[in-house]
Each structure stands twice: as C-alpha cells, then as structure tokens.
C-alpha cells in the first residue's frame, strides 16, 4: 500500500502540493487526474525520493521513503513523462542498463527484453540509438524499462503521450497486465480516455490540491443528474451566450475550442434540445452540429475544479 | 556502482571515432611536432630525457586530462537532459552514483592513455612495472581531474559558459605545465604559475616513475601533491554532486 499523509512540495514561494492525503491499494491502478502543473509529477518525484517533501509523509509497504528512499526505490520503478534514455546507446543496452541497475537476473533480463520488444513492435529497432528514435518510439522505450522490470511499483507518467493508437492500446494492455501480475501502479495522466479506461481510482488534482477521489463511476455519479450538449454555432457567439445563459433549461454553459464551440448543461437533452435549436434559430445564429452526450470524466473534473482539461 | 562506471565506459566507446582521432593526433604530434623540436632543444634540458621522450609522457597526461576532465560535462548534460532524475530513481545510492561516475571518468582517461602507452614504452625504456605503476599515478590524477570536471561544471548552470570555462580552465591548466614543455623555458612568472598547478606535478612524477628504475628517485613530492589535488578536487566535486542530488536537480 502506498500512503500520502499531509504532503507538500514548495519551490520558493510556489505551491506545487499542497496537504496531499490518499491511500493507494495494493494491486490496483490509481490515476492522477489534472492539467498540466497540477502537481502530478512532483508528487510522483517525491514518491520516487528524486525530491524531498518539503512536509508530511509517503510510504510504501509502511516504509517512510525519507528515511529508507533506497529501500523505497528497489520496490518501485517509473517511465517519465519526457522519456529520459541515453541517446548514445541503442534501444537494448538502454533496457539493459536498466534491468541492470535493478539487478535483474542476466538470463531473465535477455529474455523480457526480447518479449517487450517484440510486443512493442521494436525488436528490429533494438539496434538503433536511442537518439535517432522517433518521439513516439522514445515514448515506447521509456515504458518498456518499467515493462521489463514489472516492479511491485510501477508508476507511469503520461504513458501514451506521443503515442498513436496501435501503440497507446498495446501500453494500455500491457499496463493491464502488469496489474494482473500484481504491481500497485500509479498513473498520472491528463487524458480523460485513458484515466477511465485504466483506472480503478481516480484522484482529481488541480494546483496541487486533492479536490476529489473515487472511481470513476461515483466520480460521475456524484455529479448533478442531466445531460450534456455540446453545440456548434456558424456566427456571433457572444449573442448565443447571452441568449443561452438566460435560458431557464440551461444549467450551466462552456466556451470551448474552438471559440465558436459551446458545452451546455441541461436537465434532459431529449425535451431541452428543441427548444434550444428554435431560440438559436430566431436569434438568427445558424447551428452547424450538435452532439448530446453522457457526462464524462471531463464534466467530473470541470465540477470539481471549474477547469476544463 | 558497477552499473553507472560501466555506462561511462561503454557510452565513451560509442565515440568510436572520437577517440580514435584523438590518439591519432596526440600520436602525430608526439611523432611530428616533437620530434622536430626535439632537434632544437638542447641535450639536458629536459633532464636525463630527450624531449621527444618527454612530449611522449606528458602527453599521456595530456590524453587523461581531456578524457576525465569532461565526465564533468557528462555529468552536467544528465543534470540538464533529466538523466540524473532517473539515476536517482533507480535502486542505487547517491554514493554509489557520485563514486560511479568519479570512477567512470578515471578508467575513461587510463582506456584513453592505453593506446599511447604503447609509444611511450617505444620511445621510452622502461619497464612493466613502472608502468603499471605510473598506471596508478595517472588514475588517482584522473579521479582528481573527475572531481574538478565535475565541480566546474555544476558551478555553471548555462551550457555555453559551460562550455567555454571548460575549454579556457583546459587550456590554461595544460598549457602553463610541464606537460608539454619544461619548467626552465618558461618565463619566470609562468614558471610561478606551473608550480602552482597540479598537472605539472602529474607530468613530473609520470617521468620520473616511469623511468625511475633507470637510476631516477621515487617522486614522492610529486606523488604527494598529486595526492592531495585527487583528495581535494574528488571531495569537493563529490560534496557538490551530493549538494546537487540531495538538493533535487529540478528545483
């Protein structure tokens, strides 16, 4: 189990984390939900002991990370978020290093690095260095260390990024599997599709702050009942902004990108929408798409952070 | 430990051709430069040597000097590229990871010198066991040199003025010893200067335990002082690298 009590991180007068507490179960996959400056990854730093809290406490397995870091460090493992390789050395001494330094047995070493590879469709790439790599097959080679490794630990740090979406399915199932094995796995993440596909539990981080945590589905489920319509209007959006918002029917609205696009909240879109589209039209603006939706794990971040991701 | 010295080994050998040249140049020089101007210096000036024997081992100081000395700009573009981030996630101790780049960057400089050996012991009677023993000599210099390379380079935290005091503290430290010329043809003040300077005293206690089974003495003030430059230089570039680590180089 891995345990967050009262954590903060500051640089100088800026509040990275603040009073972080949470408790990540054996075994499952907790994602870290928020944009970018949240706090996520300093929060995983620390938890690797590559930055100090500057208060409060992690554990892992009941061991505190500032007094045994290294202890902590042998249970753990993590794939950046900017995938760090030594660009003079190819693709497999890159993985070898790694499974070295986590001192892996020689003959298990050659052959998990052989089987990710493969899996990864980067055993013919194995030769290349790792600085004439693509982005996206940086990417693949930082979680491979972590795939190669399966620590009790792992912790993943925007795993898809750069990533088509061949590639992002494979990461994800092999995440999946991981967890199977029985590795704890910390995910952060910015991507709403990947936290929910992922993730057992969610925790909703914005400037540092825990606003929520839960999965998924209570996240969703703790939202007011109703439905979502998202709304693209051909012409002055500031008028159908001023229009909407008077609108009793229209609990909430969103400016999107692009600028023309509109998010709103209503109680049923099934009898709201009509009315909607016919106060739009005598205004004179012209809709050119409309989408209803089921709210998502978008909607559960903008409620409980008033952001959009 | 084993792990971070053997990634310094192995990357320096990715520079095939990098370190190839430069044993070709130093071979050059010692060959063309040195033993033209051997012809101009006159007998005894450089002791019981001839100056193209003399160029020929201090120029192995020379080779070790540029080979440890730039772990320190290693060791800055990990700070810089988030590579030591990962280093210090991994199961492996601050100490191990100072010590292991500490080492990393001496046995880059002795694999550098190995090659220019061979010349030497052409040029130079000697024998298996004064090399072996100006071996040592030369690798507790290089972990010197690793600390210094290392202090430098963590002193700066842009990489152009990096670069560039490297380049000029490389230059001034090789240029005012006696790595490449002797102490009696330099002006007074760079003679000041010279004795000053720790790479005078790695070149000197080169020659002399190299041939010293030739009748020459046991340089123990040379060795000495070299001894205290790696303890001084080795600390404080460990003390900083540690400073850094514990510090979190993303701060």
């Known amino acids: 189990m891995i345990e967050f009590e009262k954590l903060t991180k500051t640089f100088k007068t800026v509040v990275a984390v603040s009073e972080l507490s949470l408790k990540v179960d054996d075994g499952e996959i907790f994602g870290l939900l928020g944009p970018n400056g949240a706090g996520k990854t300093t929060t995983l730093m620390m938890l690797c002991s590559i930055l100090k809290p500057t208060s409060g406490t992690i554990r892992v397995d009941d061991v505190d990370v500032r007094l045994e870091p290294q202890r902590v460090r042998s249970l753990l493992g993590i794939a950046f978020q900017e995938p760090v390789l030594d660009s003079r050395l190819t693709v497999e001494k890159n993985l070898e290093f790694h499974a070295d330094a986590c001192r892996l047995p020689r003959d298990q070493k050659k052959q998990r690095i052989r089987e990710v590879l493969t899996y990864l469709d980067m055993w013919d790439s194995r030769t290349q260095k790792a600085g004439k790599l693509s982005g996206g097959m940086k990417k693949k080679v930082e979680d491979a260390k972590l795939f190669v490794q399966e620590p009790r630990v792992a912790i993943f740090d925007e795993p898809t990024a750069y990533l088509d979406v061949p590639s992002r399915l494979k990461v994800w199932k092999r995440i999946e599997s991981l967890k199977d094995q029985g590795s704890t796995i910390m995910l952060a993440t910015n991507m709403m599709d990947e936290a929910e596909r992922l993730s057992n539990r969610l925790g909703i981080l914005s400037k540092g702050k825990l606003e929520a945590e839960g999965s998924p589905a209570s996240l969703k489920d703790a939202l007011p009942r109703g439905d979502v319509i998202e709304i693209l209007i051909a012409g002055n959006i500031r008028s159908a902004l001023d229009y909407l918002g008077k609108m009793v029917e229209v609990k909430q609205i969103i400016p999107l990108k692009p600028p023309n696009k509109l998010r709103l909240y209503v109680g049923h879109a099934e009898t709201n929408l009509p009315l909607i589209m016919e106060a739009l039209v005598k205004e004179g603006l012209r809709v050119d798409s409309v989408v209803v939706k089921e709210p998502s794990l978008d909607d559960v971040f903008l409620h409980y952070t008033g952001e959009i991701l | ?251």
Not at chain 2, 25 to 50: D, H, K, Q, Y
Not at chain 2, 115 to 123: E, K, Q, T
Not at chain 2, 203 to 214: F, K, L, M, P, W
Request: glycine fraction near 8%; proline fraction near 4%.
């Open chain 2, 1 to 251: 430990m084993k792990v971070v010295l053997g990634r310094d080994v192995r990357t320096f050998f990715t520079n095939f051709y990098g370190v190839g040249f430069r044993t070709l140049v130093v071979v050059l020089e010692t060959v063309i430069f040195a033993f033209i101007l051997s012809n101009a210096v006159p007998p005894g000036a450089v002791g019981r040597l001839t100056y193209l024997q003399f160029f020929a081992l201090g120029s192995l100081v020379v080779s070790i000097f540029w080979a440890s000395y730039n772990i320190g700009r290693d060791v800055y573009w990990d700070r810089e590229s988030g590579y030591l981030n990962y280093l210090m996630s991994l199961p492996i101790s601050r100490s191990e990871i100072i010590a292991g780049r500490s080492l990393g960057g001496s046995f880059r400089g002795i694999l550098t010198a190995l090659p220019l050996y061979v010349l030497a012991a052409i040029l130079v009677p000697t024998t298996a066991l004064n090399i072996l023993e100006s071996l040592g000599v030369l690798f507790v210099f290089a972990l010197g040199l690793c600390g210094l390379g290392i202090m430098v380079s963590l002193s700066v935290r842009e990489e152009t003025r990096a670069r560039l005091l490297n380049t000029f503290l490389s230059l001034v430290l090789i240029r005012s010893s006696t790595a490449i010329y002797p102490v009696v043809a330099m002006p007074v003040w760079l003679q000041v200067g010279a004795r000053l300077n720790p790479v005078t005293y790695a070149s000197d206690s080169i020659r002399s335990v190299t041939v010293y089974s030739q009748g020459s003495s046991v340089p123990v003030l040379d060795i000495t002082i070299v001894l205290i430059f790696a303890a001084l230089a080795g600390t404080i570039g460990s003390w900083l690298f540690s400073k850094m680590i514990e510090g979190g180089p993303t701060e």
